[in-house]
């Protein structure tokens, strides 16, 4: 096959490139780079069956010959960076995925759209089946990544349903592992950062919020099964073993031998208080579900941020 990337230098979508070279497919990545990060991909330099775009997908694509699929995982994906970006986040999951699903149709390829668990915003249903509308603050500071994910689930459908076009949505929950920014403001990287350089680990709130993690090599392989056997539905793809946020605090010290201790602050407006996914379809429907528990992919994960960090 050959296959189109957006967001091809970020955290997912560069092991997502990474996996359809090992199956002996062609890729084209496409990234602006406002949140992706050229050594993802650094490793790709001169590979026969990689090409790099740099290229804005809210203005347009253009992708010479033939194209089998286009699975579009350009956006900001982390509370810092769309609080920091708002409107480039709106516009890459609605002009973004515009431009993206008119490529898929115009090659007559396969569609994949890279959703997110906070679709379901701040949850009043727990765990999340993918038959949960949500609880989203259209309004609020999240919202500018909430709504664009929605819209691009919308649009996403009316192109299957008005233009034929094979689509896939999947639905990502909270992951980790290597390649991941640091101090991205996502959570594990954040305090594993803090943890090597040995300052407080922040818990916002009373840290009893709870999160659900999943390994990157676990989520990598669910969407793959997702693109190769999966239907126009969303896919929850996630870990549905859940912790709360002040447990994974106490394991990265733990792993990490870090002498830091834990401090609390104010917690962020519609941070959800809940996520887990409910992963019956994948389960059923994909024979998926993640295999790394979470202190395995901890281990696989510190080096990394260790190397990144220069500690």
């Not at 026969?48 to 956006?75: C, E, M, N």
């Not at 509308?133 to 709504?147: A, F, I, Q, S």
């Not at 407080?200 to 009373?206: I, S």
């Not at 996914?277 to 790394?292: C, F, N, S």
């Amino acid at each position: 096959m050959r296959v189109l990337v957006t967001g091809a230098a970020g955290f997912l979508g560069s092991h997502l490139c990474d996996r359809f070279l090992a199956a002996d497919h062609e890729v084209v990545g496409i990234d602006n780079f406002i949140t992706g990060s050229a050594p993802n991909v650094a490793h790709l330099a001169g590979h026969p069956r990689f090409h790099l775009v740099r290229q804005d997908v809210t203005t347009f694509i253009s992708v010479d010959g033939p194209l089998d699929g286009v699975l579009h995982f350009a956006s900001p994906a982390s509370p810092i960076d769309y609080l920091e970006y708002p409107i480039p986040t709106l516009k890459v999951g609605a002009l973004g995925t515009h431009n993206a699903l008119g490529v898929a149709k115009a090659k007559g390829a396969r569609f994949l759209l890279a959703s997110t668990s906070e679709v379901y915003g701040d949850p009043l249903v727990h765990p999340q089946p993918e038959s949960y509308w949500g609880n989203v603050n259209p309004v609020g500071p999240r919202g500018v990544y909430d709504e664009a994910k929605r819209f691009a689930e919308a649009m996403t459908m009316a192109y299957h349903r008005y233009h034929n076009v094979d689509t896939r949505i999947v639905r990502i929950f909270n992951t980790y592992g290597p390649r991941m920014r640091p101090r991205d403001g996502r959570v594990v990287s954040n305090f594993i950062v803090q943890a090597l350089q040995g300052e407080p680990l922040t818990v916002y709130g009373d840290g009893g919020q709870t999160r659900s993690f999943c390994f990157v090599d676990d989520l990598i392989d669910g969407i793959v099964r997702l693109w190769e056997h999966g239907t126009e539905e969303p896919t929850n793809i996630g870990n549905p073993v859940e912790f709360t946020v002040r447990q994974l605090a106490e394991k990265v010290l733990a792993l990490t031998g870090s002498s830091s201790g834990i401090v609390e602050r104010p917690l962020p407006t519609d941070d959800p208080k809940v996520r887990r996914p409910d992963i019956t379809r994948a389960r059923t429907t994909l024979g998926w579900e993640p295999r790394v528990p979470l202190d395995e992919g901890l281990r696989r994960t510190i080096p990394y941020f260790r190397t990144a960090i220069g500690g």
